[in-house]
């Protein structure tokens, strides 16, 4: 994905079955008693058949939608996890969102950091500056294949330290479905929810620091943690 880009928006009919339902399940239900009162007033027991599957029709999409987690929930609910594990940080949460092989690259794609010291770096910076808040600003994810997603979301951190300003910055994860993650977000083996209770979690194998928005308008670069 260019990293100037958002993710495409997503599948239509899968976001208002599944991700978003509650405008097509009121629809189905305005409608089904639409055709009830018409069918009241024309007798016409068509309409009431009609209204009786437009009801029925939407408690099934309300009952599927609480089962089905498509992977894009999955992936912005990961995301979000992410997030609030690092403020205030828990260093041991934050290492379950990542794979073995995971790294921190740079705006350009090079390879700054593997896993053991990018959470060094992160843990040492929380303990130097305190993170008082993290808020997302932004997000979108998409699945690129069934084991293979993407989210790209804007971050604005304010630190404890007496800066006073947050710090806007954006991110690109890439994230793998893998079956051998040690516990979902709920301390279980994986079948938290975000994943149909398959076992498999989504962890991230690769984050992406994209721009960094400081008071001196600083662009990421390697080492800027030890500023």
């Known amino acids: 994905m260019n990293s100037a880009t958002w993710p495409s928006e997503p599948v239509w009919w ?8 509650m405008w097509t399940i009121a629809t189905l239900v305005a409608v089904g008693f639409l055709l009830f009162v018409l069918d009241q007033r024309r007798k016409d027991r068509r309409l009431m058949w009609v209204a009786l599957a437009c009801v029925l029709g939407a408690g099934l999409n309300f009952m599927v939608a609480k089962w089905v987690v498509t992977p894009r929930e999955a992936l912005l609910s990961r995301t979000n996890e992410l997030i ?10 934050v290492r379950l969102m990542f794979g073995e092989d995971a790294v921190l690259r740079g705006p350009g794609g090079e390879t700054w950091l593997s896993l053991s010291p990018m ?15 993290n808020t997302i600003a932004k997000v979108q994810a998409e699945a690129r294949t069934p084991t293979v997603g993407l989210s790209l979301f804007d971050l604005k951190t304010r630190f404890d330290s007496g800066t006073g300003f947050p710090i806007a910055t954006r991110w690109l994860a890439t994230w793998s479905l893998e079956t051998n993650a040690a516990t979902g977000a709920d301390g279980t083996d994986g079948t938290d929810g975000t994943t149909n209770g ?10 992406q620091w994209l721009t960094h928005d400081g008071p001196n308008g600083l662009n990421p670069y390697e080492g800027i943690w030890r500023r």
Do not use: M, N, Q, Y
């Open 198 to 207: 398959t076992g498999k979690t989504w962890v991230i194998s690769e984050i």
């Open 84 to 93: 609030a594990a690092t403020a205030p940080l828990d260093i041991a949460k």
């Open 14 to 21: 899968r976001h208002w079955l599944f991700e978003s339902p």
């Open 119 to 133: 959470l060094d770096a992160l843990d040492a910076s929380a303990g130097k500056f305190g993170i008082e808040r």
